[in-house]
């Protein structure tokens, strides 16, 4: 078992990861700007990466494994935030300060968009890619770059895509949709966790995409949707245009990973589905 | 004129930057962590770039331009050296506070090898480059990127090509070279200055080659270094090998530049390797 750091550990894909480290008997530390109440066997470290020196919460920790998820992923605001650069600037403080404490192994996520676009997003995702495998040998680190397809799941911001058709139908509120034509790899948070964890348990080199191996046209994704709510006739086909220079179609390589580590996918978007709907509705209640 | 601040000003494309910003009238800024003496028509800030905040440098300069020369370039350090990755973190938070200080334009050198290599030197330099054009919208700043190609000249540090066969060659020392079949494009450090003169005054965007737009085999330049000292039969062919996955030719697309600055090379391989065992001389007898 292994002592592993993981920053942005309050996050979307943080709570689950660090939720998973835990299950596997990993010594997990994890920083946060605001760290929730104590929790069994979860060392928080208060920290602001994008603004404070990252060093004494690496010898704090004394980690051989690096879980790098924080980032800017404000909905609507991250894709061309001048926060991307900072990020950049942090996550070279942070891996630089992790290899000085000792740090063996980094893990990383990325995005499909980082060969796609010019954004200010995908090309800071796609540049610390690089300077972190370009530097991998002189840092005495092994990097692994996780790049996630199309992350969705209970407990996804609302501002993104299926927690805002998903909480509409379930209104009864009309939603105005493109024409869902791109397809995507859809791939739940669970799996994405699960992913992560098989990185850190398997310690290699490389870039690995993160999803099932299917693409699936949004349109199609927001009908199971409106199935699974009963809110059909709310959708408004058409009604936004797609992103300008947005990819057709965007799927996973799932090989490298399954022989890298043995992991798959193993939630489909029917389940996934299900369990955002379950769970919005439990929140409605609330 | 321009308020022009510029980094890396004692260096050795920054000495003669400096010199030819002040005779063309600019108000020049330039930073260092140990200035020379005062010398008129430039104002010098002491500041350490890699480990401070830029941020009371560029409140203090003012510059509506930032020429950014500053980087690691210890000949035979520069290419693996971590620094590369401490110089991108420093020059997103020089570019930043930059912007927020008022700036307008920012000029950045970068390299041939961008293309070519996974080293960590030109991966730092690519992905600074991406990073700043997918950022000069939201930063406000027009952002062009000098992409030099093969530099020398007098005043070139030892350890480097030229310098190094120029004074084995004058000292009467054997030199060991490569087969020198490698192609390069050639050009003098007075023409590289002239050409970030050049951007000051033509606010652009964009990626501009500097270069002669020739390439010429690095055995030619030695053996016209070779003619010039007199020292031809000292020259050892072959000795050592090339550099892994060293590209056959790299020659500079002038037309860019011309177009968008009217610059052009002026200065000659002869003439410049002239220039240099002329002031080898120099040096050798002080």
Redesign the interface.
């Given at each position: 078992m292994a002592v592993v750091l993981v920053t942005g550990a309050t996050g979307f894909i943080g709570r689950a990861t660090v939720d998973r480290l835990v299950r596997a008997g990993h010594d997990v530390h994890a920083t946060s700007r605001r760290p929730p109440g104590a929790r069994d066997a979860v060392t928080w470290h208060v920290a602001d990466l994008l603004r404070e020196d990252p060093s004494d919460v690496c010898r704090a920790a004394g980690a051989s494994t690096l879980v790098h998820l924080a980032w800017c992923v404000e909905p609507g605001q991250y894709w061309?935030?001048?926060e991307?650069?900072?990020w950049?600037?942090?996550s070279?403080?942070l891996?630089?300060a992790f290899s000085t404490s000792g740090g063996e192994s980094a893990i990383a996520v990325g995005s499909a968009a980082e060969q796609h676009s010019?954004?200010?997003y995908p090309?800071?995702k796609?540049?610390?890619r690089?300077?972190l495998?370009?530097?991998a040998g002189?840092?005495g680190l092994d990097v692994a770059w996780a790049r996630v397809h199309q992350l969705y799941g209970p407990g996804e911001a609302a501002g993104r895509l299926l927690p805002d058709v998903i909480s509409s139908l379930l209104r009864g509120s009309p939603v105005r949709v493109s024409a869902g034509t791109q397809e995507r790899d859809f791939v739940h948070v669970d799996d994405v966790a699960d992913a992560l964890v098989a990185l850190v348990s398997n310690r290699v080199n490389g870039t690995f995409d993160v999803g099932t191996g299917r693409a699936i046209a949004v349109a199609d994704v927001v009908r199971l949707a409106a199935a699974a709510t009963g809110g059909r006739d709310l959708i408004e086909w058409d009604a936004v245009p797609l992103r300008d220079g947005e990819p057709a179609c965007l799927r996973a390589d799932v090989t490298p990973l399954l022989e890298a580590t043995g992991w798959r996918a193993q939630v489909t978007i029917e389940q996934g589905i299900s369990s955002m709907v379950a769970s919005a509705k439990v929140d409605d209640r609330r």
């Open positions: 061309t935030s001048l991307n650069l900072d950049v600037a942090a070279i403080r891996v630089r010019s954004a200010l090309t800071a796609g540049s610390l690089s300077l495998h370009a530097g002189a840092l």
